[in-house]
């Protein structure tokens, strides 16, 4: 069976894991604090932020201000709350059947 | 035409490539197997001639295997696709369920373990050319269940419509009985019939379930055709009457249904494939919150394939004046608005309800 070794890559490519944390975001789309790991790249967490900050906004300017928000995907769910101008926010991978896992 | 199935192989790497040819080449079904060590030249060779099947890896520099199947679903959604990875992580597994493959295997490391991957690809591609029911979007429920009474299938169909989930079961080519929610027979039937559209699995039998539907099927699906058409009729007396003006924002059937469940506020639901048309009942600034829903909407579902995670389930909102909640179903899209007090339990209870009015 040593053709079975071809299975097995000597040098893996990345492939980013998502992770379980929270990052603060300002007004102005920077990540004050975050949890998550550094193998997560910064500019996928300010893509969400960044998405939740433009949706606080603009529900503010459909006078619908919202404060709170859970947004969920079947592999993935997001959690934003509104701080001053900015957000924290929550990520929770979800394993098969929507069940919460690390 | 050849019956033998395209399948092609994507791994960065060539040797692992060549092994999988040697094992995939000994399929009684003996494919026609096509290789690719990239992401973007898998997609060049996708857009070229039509496939059976994509077996993708996961860890690959440039394109990973979790961006190559996001952009292949999109583009080639009828295509059948099959992960095969030495990650045994359940996260990967659960985010290419999401992205909608029909397979995750592990890259196989024994003689027993290559006999099953062997077989499941068989499996997979016997599905395609058996089954035939691959791409049925075009297809109505009736095609679907004629298509099992004329062939005196002995089956049974499970239908999911949205968070609705409905049951026929067929027994030598007739429909015996039929569960949606709480009705059944042939009330649950009807139900099942008004939905436009959904996904269908065809279960094993299950002989021993009692009859409750007597009639013919063709009888039965003539009868719920004819009702559906009075309905509709009903619904929308000027159909037929060309010169009227739209009236898009009605507080007509369906919303008015959503807007008295409880703790509803509002109610926008629009089509991304009539832009201007919306339908609104219990807003003020109808075009403003409607544009405000597409937009919500279309950046989350950006995200969402950014990610890597799926489509869009659902958004839940809470303010200082109300609670809101989007969703998307197909190309229909739906913003609820409740009373700011409502307890969350009893949010999610209605918005269930409403996901199963409005998607009927």
Known sequence: ????????????????????????????GRI??????????????????????ALFRSSQAANLPLAELVVDFPALRLKARELGGGAIVFLSPQGLGGKPRT | MSRQPKLLLLDDEPEAL?????????????PEIHTATSGARAIRLLESEPFNLLISDLKMPKMD?????????????????????????????????????????????????????????????GREHEAGFRGVQSKTLVDLIQLECLSQSSSTLKIVHGPAEARIWIQNGEIIDAAAGDLTGEAAFRKILSWKFGHFEVLPAEPARPRTIQGSYQGLLLETAHALDEAHALEDPHAN?????????????????????????????????????CKVWGVENPDQMAEWMRETLHRFRSLGESLEVGQL?????????????????GEDELCVGFQRNLARDVLRKTMKNIFAKWAS
Do not use: W
């Open chain 2, 65 to 125: 295997g979790l961006q190559v199947l996001t952009i292949v679903k999109r583009r080639f959604p009828h295509l059948r696709t099959a992960v095969m990875t030495a990650l045994a992580d359940e996260q990967f597994r659960a985010r290419a369920y999401a992205i909608g493959i029909d397979l995750f295997l592990e890259k196989p490391g024994t003689s027993h373990e290559i006999t099953f991957f062997l077989d499941c690809i068989e499996g997979l591609l």
């Open chain 1, 1 to 28: 069976m040593g053709l079975l070794s071809f299975f097995t890559k000597s040098i893996p490519a990345e492939l980013v894991r998502l992770p379980q944390g929270s990052f603060t975001m300002d007004r102005d």
């Open chain 1, 32 to 53: 004050i604090v975050s949890t998550l790991p550094q193998s997560f790249p910064a500019a996928r967490a300010r893509e969400i932020g960044q998405t939740f900050l």
């Open chain 2, 313 to 329: 389930n659902r958004i839940e909102g809470a303010g200082t004046q109300c609670q809101v909640v989007l969703a998307a179903f």
């Open chain 2, 18 to 30: 060549e092994l999988y040819r040697r094992f995939l080449s000994r399929l009684p079904s003996q």
């Open chain 2, 241 to 277: 009457q060309a010169e009227l003006p739209p009236e898009p924002r009605v507080a007509g059937s369906p919303l008015s249904e959503i807007a008295r469940m409880n703790g509803v506020e509002f109610v926008i639901a629009a089509s991304s494939r009539e832009k201007p048309k």
